[in-house]
């Protein structure tokens, strides 16, 4: 399965991804240079723990390059068992909320 939830390396750390936002978008291009008719897509969640306004600007950047046809956007939200629960960096709900309109609006520019 191919997806990024975030475009910064660093929220993919705390996010325990095994891999990094620049191997994605190049598997992408790879895929789509292969297999144009292909559809790519992802989940993207804003507002995660420790996410600072430089590493959003990373996963803004993030949607403009890859070019995803489909993509999912989900606030961050807590649960009490996750290890994230712990993560110091909280992001209010209202910065939470503008990152994810943000988000929507960048994909909406290419994919309308």
């Known amino acids: 399965m191919l997806t990024c939830q975030s475009g910064s390396d660093k929220v993919l750390k ?4 095994p891999y990094k936002a620049d191997s994605v978008l190049e598997c992408i291009n790879k895929i789509k240079a292969t297999v144009p008719e292909l559809k790519i897509g992802t989940h993207i969640i804003t507002g995660f723990p420790g996410e600072t306004d430089k590493d959003f ?4 950047e993030f949607v403009k390059l890859a070019k995803l046809d489909f993509m999912y956007c989900y606030e961050y939200s807590e649960h009490k068992m996750a ?3 712990r993560l110091v960096g909280k992001v209010k ?9 943000s988000i929507l609006k960048e994909f909406e520019k290419y994919n309308n």
């Open 83 to 85: 290890d994230s629960a």
């Open 57 to 60: 600007k990373k996963t803004l």
């Open 93 to 101: 709900d209202s910065l939470k909320y503008k990152r994810y309109k």
């Open 14 to 17: 705390l996010m325990r991804r």
